[in-house]
């Protein structure tokens, strides 16, 4: 793995050494923590748990199993919600809609607990498994044992905001921001989030093959629960839907925070990736959301969308939800029905090759 | 698209449809438990409806069930009387370097959307219909693949009685409760003609109905020779209606499904009197097989580390005292 490593800051290949990886130009060296390359340089904490709750995880990971350690000590400190998150290997489902084969090398980034990074192992070549918290990539590291998964290498970043990826130039088949893309940009204050995010795209498409693919799995700005009520990344409701300056000067009033949590809609997305210099990407609809995409359906493809809603429009459990997604769907024109669902839904996964 | 399929199209394993047509997947909703399938369903060029259903294995080690899907769909597409009720075997290979088996689409719903949203005492009706249209299926597949088998008949016995001793391990089961059930697991061996091709999971998912009363059967993944007793008492315990008003007078749906009482007990007790003179047991006796099926049943959750497994386990507590009682 050394031969790919790059410094993260000057970009020079490192060299490796027992104690850690070397940049020569640099004179730095990067440590090897538990086995986990860190290739961070500055501090960034974000997880569900705090530091003290994570060392009780750990310790229970290591002794019962990551399994049990999920079951029972996440679902004690948390939501029980988060275990289902924590544990789903649907999660990367979407790896049958991506150009994924044995052959590829996969980075993900922001890999949090390993739902992805496990889902896609046994899939393809190798996982790089990047996030900034030391303790969720121990526990990655640990399940990634447990599981029995000798090509899945957690190592740190620093955050994604800072676009420093620690690999040379196309080193990746597929990069997969899941759940990641609409926090990049809170982990800085300066620059507009918007222009965070195109740079950290940017890193991803330098480290992506030519031929590779990026996956991103992201809410979407307009999806309906927003509508109704549900709380977007910045804790609030409706900032989403708001224009960015008055989700601004709210975000600044209700929480006495900046509002750097962009999401973007179905045309949102395809603008930020050609800013970016990608191609037009493939957009699937997950349904209902990304991260337990229990339906993916291409965005683009009115019938398939309208034969889904359709067939299942007259089976929801609620009489009002049934009654109102009939008089909506029931014999709407096919494109009409694309055109909703794009615009409405939770949740798109977008793939997206770089330009030539 | 894809590389499995651009490949799929590059080898031409999907028969009418061309090269250059374009493959539209649409990935649906199926158990994330490990050794299960990925399937989704593919739209070929303007097709309104999908043509073909990819799976791929969740866990590349673990193909088995994929291929025993594949492998049982070849075996009932050769038998005149169910091959038009289940979907046609096109292709299972390595595609690119990844298992998939490619079957074709067939229409109609799953049962289980119909229960969703069932209500009142005419959906109940509705239900009660459909279970005995099922059932009837279930008497049909074992008319059709009938083989007189003494080592399958054998194997079912050992897997039952396995079954009684893990749970009488785990607590879950008496010692008099399970020398009962042991000897039941006993008698109910050694009967070689009920011996036929089980579906291994009919639960209300993968019967779908279409057009009122056409039948189609899907997931053929734990088909093997069997007791096709299993197969009515997996419909049974998974097609189960709360009437309006709860069980009625029953006090658990264990109780109720041996209640002649209640509608759903009506369809039931029909559908195993036919079982009745085939294996030759009485009723009490047809209950404790029940009560040896749902045995079976907790051990594989117990190894799978099931979500749903609390449930069960109510389940079975009540399933036990029923017959007991009995």
């Known amino acids: 793995m050394a031969s790919q490593y790059a410094c993260p800051l000057c970009r020079a290949p490192l060299r490796q050494r027992a104690e850690g990886y070397l940049c020569e130009p640099c004179s730095r060296t990067y440590p090897l923590n538990d086995g986990i390359a860190d290739f961070s340089t500055r501090e960034h904490y ?77 899939h393809c070549h190798s996982v790089m498994a990047m996030d900034t918290n030391p303790y969720t990539l121990r526990f990655l590291s640990m399940r990634a044992e447990q599981e029995g998964f000798a090509n899945l290498h957690p190592l740190r970043i620093d955050p994604l905001d800072d676009g420093r990826l620690p690999f040379a130039d196309a080193s990746f088949d597929l990069v997969i921001m899941n759940g990641v893309l609409e926090y990049v940009g809170s982990a800085t204050q300066t620059g507009s989030p918007a222009e965070v995010q195109l740079r950290c795209l940017a890193e991803c498409r330098r480290v992506l093959r030519p031929d590779g693919s990026l996956v991103v799995g992201i809410e979407n700005r307009f999806g309906y629960l927003y509508f109704l009520g549900t709380r977007d990344h910045s804790g ?121 | 698209m894809t590389p499995v399929l651009d490949h799929m199209l590059a080898m031409g394993v999907l028969p009418d449809t061309p090269r250059s047509a374009h493959l539209s997947p649409v990935k649906l909703d199926t158990t994330a438990l490990p050794g299960g399938s990925v399937v989704m369903l593919l739209f070929v060029g303007s097709d309104d409806e999908p043509r073909y259903v990819l799976r791929m294995p969740r866990t590349p080690e673990h193909p088995e069930r994929l291929v025993c899907n594949f492998s049982s769909l070849e075996v009932l597409s050769g038998i005149s009387e169910l091959r038009s009720d289940v979907p046609d075997p096109v292709f299972c290979g390595h595609v690119d370097g990844t298992l998939a088996s490619v079957e074709t689409c067939v229409p109609g719903l799953p049962m289980a959307l119909r229960m969703r949203i069932a209500r009142d005492e005419g959906d109940l009706q509705e239900l009660v219909r459909l279970f005995q249209l099922m059932a009837d299926w279930i008497w049909e597949l074992h008319q059709t693949t009938a083989t007189p088998d003494a080592a399958s008949d054998a194997a079912e016995e050992v897997r039952a009685l396995d079954a009684i001793v893990q749970l009488q391990e785990t607590g879950m089961l008496s010692e008099p409760q399970a020398s009962w059930l042991t000897g039941v697991a006993r008698s109910a061996g050694c009967r070689a003609r009920a ?77 195993i009197s036919r079982y009745e003179a085939l294996v030759g047991m009485d009723r009490a006796d047809m209950r404790a097989l029940f009560g040896v099926y749902v045995a079976r049943l907790v051990v594989e959750q117990l190894a799978q580390r099931a979500a749903w497994m609390p449930r069960l386990e109510e389940e079975w507590r009540s399933l036990v005292a029923v017959a007991v009682q009995a």
Not at chain 1, 239 to 267: D, F
Not at chain 1, 304 to 316: E, G, K, M, N, P
């Open chain 1, 46 to 122: 974000w997880n569900h748990l705090s530091p003290d709750q994570m060392d009780f995880m750990l310790e229970i990971t290591r002794s019962h199993g990551y399994r049990y350690a999920a079951e029972n000590i996440l679902g004690k400190f948390k939501d029980p919600e988060l275990v289902r998150y924590v544990l789903g290997t649907n999660r990367a489902d979407f790896r049958t809609v991506v150009p994924l084969t044995p052959q590829s090398s996969v980075a993900d980034l922001g890999a949090g607990w390993g739902a992805v990074a496990c889902g896609l192992a046994p």
């Open chain 1, 236 to 356: 609030l409701r409706y900032t989403s839907l708001m224009p960015r300056p008055m989700a601004e000067l709210v975000a600044r009033i209700r929480k006495g925070q900046p509002y750097r949590t962009y999401t973007y809609s179905y045309g949102g997305y395809r603008h930020l990736l050609a800013r970016a210099g990608f191609r037009p990407p493939s957009v699937f609809l997950a349904v209902p959301n990304y991260r337990d995409p229990r339906f993916i359906v291409p965005a683009d493809d009115d019938r398939a969308i309208t034969y889904l809603v359709r067939r299942y429009a007259s089976y929801l459990r609620r009489r009002s939800w049934r009654l109102v997604a009939q008089a909506l769907f029931g014999h709407t024109p096919a494109s009409l029905c694309g055109a909703m669902a794009r615009a409405l839904s939770d949740s798109f996964l977008l793939v997206a090759e770089p330009a030539r």
């Open chain 2, 195 to 271: 011996i036929s091709r089980i579906h291994g999971d009919f639960n209300p998912n993968n019967a779908l109905i279409a057009d009122h009363d056409r039948i189609y059967v899907i997931d053929w993944e734990f088909s093997r020779p069997g007791w096709p007793l299993y197969d009515l008492f997996t419909l049974a315990r998974t097609a189960w209606f709360d009437p309006p008003g709860g069980t009625g007078p029953s006090a658990t749906r264990a109780q109720a499904l041996w209640d002649p009482r209640t509608a759903m007990g009506q369809a039931f007790t029909r559908a």
